[in-house]
Every structure is written in structure tokens, then in C-alpha cells.
């Protein structure tokens, strides 16, 4: 069975369906999805949100925008456009990501934003040492609501499914571990992404170094393809696959990691 805590004790786990969409607000902040080449059957998170008639925002670079424009999903999608192709700058994700940041706090007001990556393809509730299909705003509200009742949260996130097994004991939260592609993060520019490759694991470590709390949560997790197998995002650029199996890539990134954690 799971340490996890039920979140919301009138609500009962429907083993077909998990949480719904009914009876449940809105989240409170933006969730922002970095998109890249993924105006197609790889730009899974959209679709899923979409599905499940959660507002969110596709940030995309102005050479993909009529590529995204024939693609997307209006009805509960806005498309915020770049002001260039932030990819010219070769510095994977982080120009992006700092570009939603600075959106999220200067055009829209908030103290935090979600930042999703492009190929989330669902989220499963952990519940009493089981994973249920999850369908419902709570998703995001139930994070929400429980970092809202402290002032030094630094960087929050879902767990990556395969991480967390069924029938595992599990703690609802761990504090000061990894957060990366489905976060909750502060937009108040203390901690900012610097890095070419793991810029979300070196961010999470800068938060911790400045005297913030980390929050990962096992109480719903995100599922996706390994990094790179997907065709589109990072796969070419950052991760170098070429065709099937590993490209150069990784073995990059595993260095780069090493070395910036050394110094």
C-alpha cells in the first residue's frame, strides 16, 4: 500500500475513471506548454488537455506558427508566439522557458506558472498502493492548494510515472528532489534556467542551494516516452537520433550534467 493522502475526501476513485472534470475548478495558474516541431501526433500534451477541457497556452517559435495554426485545438488553446526563433540561440529549452516565466509574471500577473513539456500523453493517481487513469483539473489544483499554505516553495512537480511503482510505500511528497516537464514553478526570477542540457535538474539544485523547499509529488504522475523517442522537440538538436536507437546526445548531456554538479 501508499503513504499518500486523499486530497479531497468527498470525492470517491472510480476504478474505470478515476477523477473527473465535474464539480472542479479551474486551476489558478497558467499551464504553459513548451512546444517545438510537435504540430502533429507527438504534441501529446495538448492533446490531452484538450481532451480533458483544461484551458492551457502553446508556446512556439514564429517559423512553426502556420504549421501550428492548421494543427491546434482553439477551443481551450491560445498559441503565444515568440518574438523570434528562440532555437536560433542553440541553447535547448531554457530560452523558452524563461521566456514563459518572464510571461507569466509581466503580461499576466502570476507568482507562478505550470510548464509542461509537449509529450505528456497522461497522468495517473496514486491511490492506496494503485495507479488510476485521472481525468480532472485536480491534476494541477490539488498541487496548488497545498503550496499555496507556504511562502518558501521553490520548484514543484509530478513524479515521472515509472518511477513510482504500484504497491511501492510511497510518501505523498518528497521534499528537495528533481523536478523537470510537469512543474509548478515561481516566476519571481530568483532562480532562473542557465544551462544548455539538464537545465531542469541544475534549476532544482539552485533552488535548494538558495534556501527553498523542493516539493515532488507521487500523489498523481505524469507518463511520456523517453526523451528523444518522440520524433520532433529535442530528439534532433539536443538528443542528435538520427534514425532508431541512442544518439550522441545523451552521452553529451551525462557529461555536461557531471560537470556542472562538479563546479
Known amino acids: 500500500w501508499t503513504n499518500t ?11 474505470a475513471k478515476g477523477w473527473t472534470t ?9 499551464i504553459c506548454v513548451l512546444s517545438y516541431k510537435r504540430a502533429n501526433k507527438y504534441g501529446r500534451t495538448h492533446l490531452l488537455l484538450t481532451k480533458m477541457k483544461i484551458k492551457h497556452y502553446l508556446f512556439i517559435e514564429p517559423s512553426q506558427r502556420s504549421d501550428y ?5 482553439p477551443e481551450f488553446c491560445e498559441l503565444v508566439v515568440y518574438p523570434y526563433d528562440l532555437s536560433t540561440k542553440n541553447m535547448g529549452g531554457t530560452p523558452g522557458r524563461n521566456f514563459i516565466l518572464d510571461w507569466g509574471r509581466q503580461e499576466k500577473g502570476h507568482q507562478r506558472v505550470w510548464m509542461l513539456d509537449d509529450n505528456i500523453k497522461g497522468y495517473l493517481r496514486l491511490y492506496q498502493g494503485q495507479k488510476y487513469q485521472i481525468n480532472s483539473p485536480v491534476i494541477f489544483t490539488h498541487i496548488e492548494d497545498y503550496v499555496a499554505r507556504y511562502d518558501n516553495v521553490g520548484a514543484v512537480s509530478h513524479n515521472f510515472n515509472p518511477f513510482v511503482r504500484e504497491g511501492d510505500f510511497r510518501k ?12 509548478l ?4 526570477g530568483e532562480v532562473r534556467f542557465r544551462y544548455k542540457h539538464q537545465e531542469d535538474n541544475l534549476m532544482s539544485i539552485e533552488f535548494i542551494e538558495k534556501g527553498f523547499c523542493n516539493l515532488c509529488f507521487n500523489s498523481v504522475c505524469y507518463d511520456k516516452n523517453t526523451s528523444g523517442q518522440d520524433g520532433g522537440g529535442n530528439r534532433e538538436s539536443i ?6 536507437g541512442d544518439g550522441e546526445g545523451y552521452d553529451e548531456r551525462l557529461d555536461y550534467f557531471l560537470c556542472q554538479v562538479r563546479i
Request: proline share 6%.
Open 5 to 15: 493522502t486523499q486530497m479531497y475526501d468527498t470525492q470517491k476513485i472510480s476504478k
Open 22 to 30: 465535474e464539480n472542479h475548478r479551474d486551476p489558478t495558474y497558467p
Open 69 to 73: 495554426e492548421k494543427w491546434y485545438n
Open 172 to 183: 505523498c511528497i518528497v521534499k528537495n528532489d528533481k523536478s523537470y516537464s510537469s512543474m
Open 185 to 188: 514553478l515561481p516566476t519571481h
Open 239 to 244: 538528443y542528435k537520433v538520427e534514425s532508431g
